[in-house]
């Protein structure tokens, strides 16, 4: 049975099998291939809702029946839009590999709900599901998308998504939510890294309805195979357009600050800023003195030399040396100053 209302096209055939190797057929239980799910004999499977949730049961054939678009997909897995039939909506990340069992990925999914509901700047995760061929979390759904989607958008209709003052207050609760975690103790929990967030990326930052921010995936690497880990569930370019990453897949706290670095860059500079680092450092006072226009956002003023202050932030994070990047602590005290 299929599921309906979806609001992709399928850009597969039937014959054809993913990069690991699950086929689109009938009988098998949500087969995925880039767009496709297929429903089949463990679709009444219930949602594990994490801690104290007081949801209703859901199933996964509930979730199927939903009416779903792809938000977003890359070898870790994809991330779509779910409206269930009472319309409630769902954020689902569904991972291509997992590296751990049932339980244990349970545990660790709860552990990770746990500590992100802790922290008003995090993305809590709602609920989980774990079958033979199909693992998912749960996730609030938030309709102005990424900072990626809103930064990428807004330049391609060629004017400015947010002013200064919005990506002050929007980097500074980034780093809030990096702060948190990186304070996290014990840092080590049964083979998890507590203290490490592990794919900081625009993509990753959500935007709530206020303009302020929130940090998705935390602890995600924990879930699945390590060499995956380096992905986020992002707009995929197209492929004429595709380059490498500016961010460091490094699952420690030292590339956390290093990305946090790349996503100023691209919120001061525009989206090919992280590239031409050495660039900027070269021609620092004259972007001081307004003699190269760097910012891609209208600044004067009091306010300029604020965003010079974050873009010697940026810098500093962006430091091929990792042990010359400062900490996410002292960082977040000094943009908090700025605001």
Same mark, same amino acid.
């Given at each position: 049975?299929l599921?309906?209302?979806f609001t ?6 039937p014959?054809?099998?993913d990069?690991?190797g !699950?086929?689109c057929? +009938?009988g098998?239980?949500l087969e995925?291939s880039e *767009? ?7 679709d009444?499977?219930?949602?594990v809702?994490?801690?104290n ?11 199927l ?6 938000m ?6 994809m991330t779509?839009k779910a409206?269930?039939?009472?319309g409630?909506?769902y954020a689902v990340?569904?991972?291509r590999?997992?590296r751990v ?6 545990k660790?999914?709860?552990? +990770? ?6 922290c008003a700047?995090l993305v ?10 199909i693992k998912?979390?749960?996730c609030?759904?938030?309709p102005?998308?990424? +900072? ?5 958008g807004?330049?391609?209709l060629?004017h400015?998504?947010?002013d ?8 500074i *609760? ?13 840092p080590?929990?049964k083979?998890m890294?507590?203290? /490490? ?5 625009a993509?990753n930052?959500?935007?709530?309805n ?7 995936d935390?602890g995600?690497a ?5 060499d995956e /880990?380096?992905?986020t569930w992002q ?6 357009k595709q ?11 030292k590339?956390? !600050?290093?990305n946090f670095?790349i996503?100023?860059l691209?919120m &001061?500079?525009g989206?090919?800023?992280?590239g031409?680092?050495?660039? !900027? +450092?070269?021609?620092?006072e004259? !972007?001081r003195?307004?003699?190269i ?5 209208v /600044?004067?003023?009091?306010e300029?030399?604020k965003?010079?202050?974050? &873009?010697?932030i940026? &810098?500093a ?5 990792p042990?010359d990047?400062?900490s996410?602590e002292h960082v977040s005290?000094v &943009?908090?100053?700025?605001?």
């Amino acid at each position: 049975m299929l599921s309906r209302a979806f609001t992709v096209k399928p850009r597969w055939s039937p014959s054809r099998r993913d990069g690991d190797g !699950i086929s689109c057929k +009938l009988g098998s239980i949500l087969e995925y291939s880039e *767009d496709c799910l297929v429903v089949g004999f463990e679709d009444d499977l219930p949602l594990v809702f994490c801690g104290n949730n007081n949801e209703s049961q859901l199933t996964l054939r509930e979730v199927l029946r939903a009416s779903v678009s792809v938000m977003g997909e890359s070898r870790l897995g994809m991330t779509q839009k779910a409206v269930l039939l009472e319309g409630k909506i769902y954020a689902v990340k569904r991972f291509r590999k997992v590296r751990v069992g049932r339980r244990e990925f349970g545990k660790r999914v709860e552990r +990770l709900s746990q500590v992100s509901q802790k922290c008003a700047y995090l993305v809590p995760v709602t609920a989980f599901l774990y079958s033979k061929r199909i693992k998912f979390v749960l996730c609030d759904y938030y309709p102005m998308g990424s +900072l990626a989607d809103l930064l990428s958008g807004g330049r391609e209709l060629g004017h400015t998504a947010l002013d200064w003052k919005q990506r002050l207050t929007i980097a500074i *609760d980034i780093a809030r939510a990096i702060a948190f975690i990186h304070t996290r103790h014990p840092p080590y929990e049964k083979n998890m890294q507590m203290n /490490v967030h592990g794919n900081v990326k625009a993509s990753n930052v959500m935007i709530k309805n206020n303009l302020t921010a929130c940090l998705s995936d935390y602890g995600f690497a924990h879930l699945v195979e390590s060499d995956e /880990v380096s992905d986020t569930w992002q707009q995929k370019p197209p492929p004429q357009k595709q380059q490498e990453s500016p961010y460091c897949n490094k699952c420690c706290q030292k590339s956390d !600050i290093y990305n946090f670095g790349i996503i100023l860059l691209d919120m &001061l500079g525009g989206s090919t800023a992280s590239g031409v680092v050495h660039c !900027i +450092l070269d021609n620092k006072e004259e !972007i001081r003195k307004g003699a190269i226009e760097y910012f891609e956002f209208v /600044v004067e003023g009091k306010e300029r030399q604020k965003a010079m202050k974050v &873009l010697d932030i940026a &810098l500093a994070c962006a430091n091929k040396s990792p042990e010359d990047r400062p900490s996410i602590e002292h960082v977040s005290k000094v &943009l908090e100053m700025l605001l």
